[in-house]
């Protein structure tokens, strides 16, 4: 339960500090790998 509260909220950060961002190619990768985060911490939870 915690590790999906703070899953949530990192992605909630990423993605504030993503839409600051103004470089596209930047901003996705960095999208890219916060998805890919929260996919791993999913399945430790799970």
Same mark, same amino acid.
């Given at each position: 339960?915690? /590790? /999906? &509260?703070?899953?949530?909220?990192? @992605?909630? &950060?990423?993605? &504030? $500090?993503? $839409?600051?961002?103004?470089? !596209? $190619?930047?901003? !996705? /990768?960095? #999208?890219? *790998? @916060? !998805? $890919? *985060? *929260?996919?791993? @911490? #999913?399945? *430790? @939870?799970?």
């Amino acid at each position: 339960m915690i /590790k /999906k &509260i703070i899953s949530i909220a990192l @992605v909630a &950060i990423f993605t &504030i $500090s993503i $839409s600051s961002c103004r470089e !596209e $190619s930047t901003g !996705e /990768k960095v #999208e890219d *790998a @916060v !998805e $890919s *985060a *929260a996919d791993d @911490v #999913e399945d *430790a @939870v799970d």
